[in-house]
């Protein structure tokens, strides 16, 4: 694998197999990471890639789901995504999982030897009856060895620190099912910390969480920019996203803008962005 990863109309790479692989609840790492890497820590001084969204478009049928889609994504920065339900944001994320033909490219540059994806879903959907405590759920998510057998002593140190970053540690015992929503969605940000990743792709994030989860998750991502950390982050929460992103990107079906947030949040532009048939970029 190069330091330049490029996702076309061709089956999935490793890097759309990797999230999706994540996204299924196996591996989070990238499928040919050599097995001992898998829980270290993010080198310091060590940029996340940069994303290049390249004339992405992806049509179902007669229905045009993305047209066009160009825009990029810099290397340490937060970027917002954001647009009407609908709109495209989802199914250009699975793109990049590797779960949508499309036409068009995707690009990772990485500054150096190719890095870890994670992966945060909006939702998680289980068997609430199902008998599995958190550990159980990150052992699942993180560890290559069955869930029944426990946590690896590989991993528990990892798992441990990463519960404890989102205020969990005190509920490992704990049923997955008898978790708040927004607890769950803790659990979740968890595993997108192990491995520690380069590029971390967020599928709103915050949709299930209350006032003290958000303050976690806000907290997390100062501590993923300082990192270095790439972050594409889907967000219906314009007011998060004024305050946290460095970019932000609109999306109905086509981008109607790219900016800073001070420049792309304005009444006008997100007037034409809910619409029902945007008409042009403003």
Request: hydrophobic share 40%.
């Amino acid at each position: 694998m190069t330091a330049k990863e490029t996702l076309s109309d061709t089956p999935p790479s490793p890097v759309g197999a990797g999230l999706l692989a994540k996204a299924s609840g196996q591996s989070a790492s990238l499928l040919n990471e050599p097995p001992h890497s898998r829980a270290s820590p993010l080198p310091q001084g060590v940029s996340g890639p940069t994303l290049d969204f390249a004339g992405v478009s992806l049509t179902l049928g007669r229905t045009t789901i993305l047209d066009n889609v160009t825009f990029q994504v810099q290397p340490g920065h937060v970027h917002a995504l954001v647009g009407p339900n609908g709109g495209g944001k989802s199914s250009l994320i699975k793109t990049l999982l590797g779960q949508m033909p499309h036409q068009g490219q995707l690009s990772l540059h990485w500054p150096g030897q190719p890095g870890t994806i994670g992966y945060v879903p909006q939702a998680l959907e289980f068997d609430r009856g199902l008998p599995m405590t958190v550990d159980d759920f990150m052992a699942a998510m993180c560890q290559r060895r069955p869930a029944f057998l426990g946590l690896s002593k590989h991993y528990a140190n990892a798992i441990g620190e990463a519960l404890e970053r989102v205020g969990m540690q005190d509920k490992r015992k704990r049923r997955m099912g008898a978790l708040s929503g927004g607890e769950r969605q803790r659990v979740l940000l968890a595993q997108g910390l192990i491995p520690a990743p380069q590029l971390l792709v967020l599928d709103e994030p915050m949709s299930a969480l209350d006032e003290a989860g958000i303050q976690v998750f806000e907290r997390l991502l100062g501590d993923w920019r300082a990192a270095g950390i790439t972050v594409l982050w889907i967000e219906h929460d314009l007011e998060a996203v004024k305050r946290l992103a460095d970019r932000v990107t609109g999306l109905n079906r086509r981008v109607l803008f790219d900016a800073t947030p001070q420049q792309a949040l304005t009444p006008e532009r997100l007037l034409s962005l809910f619409s029902t048939h945007p008409r042009s970029a403003v």
